[in-house]
């Protein structure tokens, strides 16, 4: 079984600060790492995601995350913050292998973006 | 289309009600989820299909009751529902079981009073 931990369930930032928001797991598999964000009264949006290969990823908005294994982190990253990037952020994992149906989620960060 | 349609956006039912939601997907996912999700919580996965079948049931309480009637399609049907069991309904899907990228719906907020 996976799980995630999400260390923050706040983050206040000042709007064009950059922002890190944390994320490590659990798992005795290879998995797949990603972020989702939430919109107030949305569904949830893939911003990012880690299959294999290059550990940095870039998505969506101007986010990234790297992956390192050795710390089993997914950190998510913006160099600066919009107004707009306030929101609901969730980090999620899934086992790798075939049959691995289930996405495992973080209990979320709520990032507020201060003008 | 990149899309996961579901309706009702909002919908508010009795408890003594009989309701549907409904989920459509047009990228040839074989693999379709609901969850549900309570304020300021994550996603809680409650059913899986796979290539029309159902393959995962995470002890949802019968009042709740999936369907696949094609692989485009998912709806849960809802009857004699609690006031607890209000909550936002979201529908995914993904290319298949085990690999990457759910594709989520907006979802259905239900209230059920």
């Known amino acids: 079984a996976q799980s995630v931990t999400q260390l923050d369930s706040q983050v206040p930032v000042f709007e064009e600060a950059p922002v890190e928001l944390r994320c490590n797991y659990s798992s005795s598999v290879s998995v797949y790492l990603f972020w989702y964000v939430q919109y107030p009264n949305q569904g949830l949006q893939l911003l990012l995601k880690y299959l294999s290969g290059s550990t940095l990823v870039k998505g969506i908005n101007g986010f990234e995350a790297e992956f390192n294994k050795s710390q089993t982190s997914f950190h998510l990253r913006k160099p600066s913050v919009h107004i707009s990037d306030t929101a609901e952020y969730f980090c999620a994992v899934s086992a790798s292998g075939a049959g691995s149906y289930q996405l495992t989620f973080g209990k979320g960060t709520k990032l507020s973006v201060i003008p | 289309d990149t899309e996961v349609t579901q309706t009702p956006k909002h919908l508010v039912m009795g408890m003594t009600n009989k309701k549907s939601l409904k989920c459509e997907q047009h990228?040839?996912?074989?693999?379709m989820y609901w969850y549900k999700q309570k304020a300021k919580k994550p996603p809680e996965l409650m059913f899986v299909?796979?290539?029309?079948?159902?393959?995962i049931n995470e002890s949802v309480p019968s009042r709740f009751s999936p369907e696949c009637p094609n692989s485009s399609l998912l709806n849960l049907h809802l009857h004699a529902l609690q006031p607890e069991d209000s909550a936002l309904y979201l529908c995914?899907?993904?290319?298949?079981?085990?690999?990457?990228?759910?594709?989520f719906g907006s979802g259905t907020r239900l209230t059920v009073v």
């Open positions: 990228m040839g996912h074989r693999a």
């Open positions: 995914a899907s993904s290319q298949a079981q085990g690999t990457a990228g759910y594709t």
């Open positions: 299909y796979s290539y029309e079948k159902l393959s």
